[in-house]
DNA sequence: GTCGAGAACGATAACCATTATCAATAATAA
DNA sequence: TTATTATTGATAATGGTTATCGTTCTCGAC
């Protein structure tokens, strides 16, 4: 269905080549850089377009959009409110106890988003480091 | 600490007297409506210091930002994609499991955030009886 | 090939939620 | 009272995203 142009392949192909969790700014300056001149309209035409045809993945983190690789499994995230990392997580207890609250609501899941806030496990040890001296 | 103005005092009486999940557009037509002349950005202010003093809590639904009273135990979402409805659900198996995600990933959570997408119950309901047809 | 329709592009304006600015006002402390 | 500090409200600015519009590309029909 979707038509893949020049600029749209590029586009997947710097999100497919990475483990990023990219934003549409950071997109525009990496492809850039690798010296693609996409329009910024058509950076967000196309992820939008990639989205729906489920060749990425998106999650809306309160500030911006940010998409990935969809050709990995589906999992969660752990955002770190000190530096902005994002680490991935799976837990099938979570997701089955989801399908049994939206059964419970008669509720029809079509997909969900689960972040967990805190401090990753880097920050924490130079927090640490910090409160030594 | 939060100095409770009367503007502020308004915004939490508002809030406090519903169950709904205001936004601050919302918020400033009710509080309008009720006589209270209040501009927006003080709106926003005053959200902002309720929620850093505990006094309501937020969720960040992609758009927009929406409050609601924090005198109520911990709860989940349920964001219906067709009339935008939002349900409220509780499920202690998924609590425990995301603190177990955390400690695995020595992860210090402090907050986190599930919403489950999909269609209502009325929705459905809805769509059922035009399918008939 | 080329004609025409429809999709996609790029530049830029517009949009919308939110935040910053700043002068005026209210609350608080000395 | 006076000085200090915080809050307010109007409005400008910000930032991410979407809409507009004229141009370009794609591709099937002829």
Known sequence: MIKLTAQRQ??????NQSNQHW?????????SDAGHSIGIATIYRGLTA???????QAIHLGDKKRYER???????HLVCRSC?????????HIEQRQRHV???????????????FGICQQC?????KGEQS
């Open 10 to 15: 590029a586009i997947l192909d710097m999100i």
């Open 84 to 92: 902005g990392s994002i680490e991935e997580f799976f837990d099938e």
């Open 102 to 116: 939206a059964s419970q609501y008669r509720f029809q899941m079509d997909g969900h988003q689960l972040l967990i």
């Open 70 to 76: 969809s050709d990995k499994a589906h999992h969660d």
């Open 50 to 56: 990639l989205e729906k045809a489920g060749l990425i």
């Open 23 to 31: 934003d549409a700014e950071l997109l525009a300056r990496a492809l």
């Open 124 to 128: 924490l040890k130079l927090s640490m």
